[in-house]
């Protein structure tokens, strides 16, 4: 593996597994009034083109993280919509 | 350009674009207890790692989409740090 390959591996690793700290904390906290639902919304839509890139390259590399990162994205996002639902039932609006 | 490619520019465009809605959020609310340290600290890196792979490669798609989302991030972990200790020193800790 070259130097170039190793720093996009690493680089992979790290976009992806950044989304597990920010997953648990949400989980944890369920603290999501500051995290952008369009964020969420258009990051999630674009790791699934991502994955959907990966698999037309057939390049497994890519299909891998961007699974991974799409799992996490979705989780994030999922936890946003119940969570400000509950919230807003809870507070009668 | 073949359909595979203007998935994959369709896709960074997306990763890419999604960071401004949490940047504004949070310049505007400066509510950041819900956003993770630990996910903005590994994802800055991380970008910055896929912006020394783009330019290995002399790729310019990688370079400009990385170049931008690590603006983005770096602005969100500023604001994470920066904001903390405000409030840490506002409550005497």
Redesign the interface.
């Known amino acids: 593996m070259t130097?170039?390959d190793t720093?996009?591996y690493?680089?992979?690793?790290?976009?992806?597994?950044?989304?597990?700290?920010?997953a648990?904390?949400?989980l944890r906290?369920r603290?999501?009034?500051?995290?952008?639902?369009?964020?969420?919304a258009?990051?999630t839509?674009?790791?699934a083109?991502?994955l959907?890139?990966g698999v037309?390259?057939g390049e497994w590399p890519i299909i891998a993280a961007n699974a991974a990162t799409l799992g996490l994205a979705a989780t994030i996002l999922g936890m946003k919509l119940s969570i400000e639902r509950r919230n807003r039932r809870r507070d009668g609006a």
Chains 1, 2 share one sequence.
Do not use: E, N, R
């Open positions: 130097l170039t720093i996009g690493l680089a992979a690793t790290l976009t992806t597994a950044a989304f597990v700290p920010q648990l904390l949400t906290t603290d999501v009034s500051g995290i952008s639902l369009g964020m969420y258009v990051f839509a674009g790791v083109m991502w959907a890139y037309a390259l």
